[in-house]
């Protein structure tokens, strides 16, 4: 875990290790990893060759596969700019965060608001290697990172890190971008991002995206086999069962739709429905 704020001097430098791993970490450059995967789909070069190998084989499957992934990095760019400047939100935790994209979230909300407080978490030893290019706040803000894992959500809403960073009396938009449907219905995914919310105060927001086989069936079930074949479980669902993360919240005009048709900002790609083939939506936990 790591933090950095705009307190520069004293004990606390712009870049602190709160809690290092103890030690050396197996990166498993070997296999294929879907942080990196989706890394080499955006264009980036934090990627393998067992990383590459894989992604051009799920192309292979799903041509659309680049489309869909700039897509859902768009849609959180456009979400958390949105809750930032017209909902007045100053508290963002990205889970999921993978490895660091330009613009990334906390550039876009200290872009509205200086004083915006970034949380970002997530698992991957790659991403934490890489830490330092999030860790990079205005003076009047703050960010952090927490190495945690989503199965275990105590983890995160407990941490130290998080609550040192975040005040959970106030609203945090928490934003699950991508990443669940690599939890198959046995990890209970619904029961995660409840568990999430409950740690939240009312006024917070959900932003989320899923991939989804209601465009083109056969391509994104060939993508799904894929993953699968490189032990790497992938569920997509469709537009009703996506519609379950929301239960209970108040969904964000336009509602749950493709993510490229969410508040769209005219910078967008001209693609269909089925180049994006996923589910996205904000809403508000009353």
Known sequence: MATTDGQAG?????WTSVAPRPTPVDLAIDQPHPARMY????????????????AER????????????????????RATRH?????GVRQFLDIGTGIPTSPNMHEVAQGVAT?????????????LAHARALLTSTPQG????????????ESIVTAPVLRDTLDLTRPVALSLIAIFHFFPDEDDP????????????????LSLTHLTADFVPAEINGVAQTYQAQGIPLTPRT??????????????????????????????????????????????KP
């Open 115 to 127: 004083d915006a407080r970034v949380v970002y978490a997530d698992n991957d030893p790659i991403v």
């Open 58 to 77: 799920a192309l292979g499957a799903f041509p659309r596969a680049r489309a869909a992934a700039r897509q859902n990095r768009a849609f959180l760019l």
């Open 190 to 205: 619904y029961s995660i991002v409840r568990r999430l919310l409950d740690a939240l105060p009312s006024g917070s927001y």
């Open 39 to 54: 890394d080499y789909l955006l264009g980036g070069k934090d990627n393998f060759p067992a990383d590459r190998e894989t």
């Open 142 to 153: 703050r960010t952090a990172y927490l190495d945690a894992d989503l199965h275990d959500v």
């Open 239 to 284: 537009r009703d069962e996506i519609a379950r993360f929301f239960d209970g919240l108040e969904l964000v005009d336009p509602g749950l739709v493709v993510p490229f048709r969410w508040r769209p900002d005219g910078t967008g790609e001209d693609i269909t429905d089925a180049d994006a083939s996923g589910w996205g939506a904000v809403a508000r």
């Open 10 to 14: 004293g004990a606390r430098g712009w």
């Open 83 to 87: 809750l930032a400047e017209h909902q």
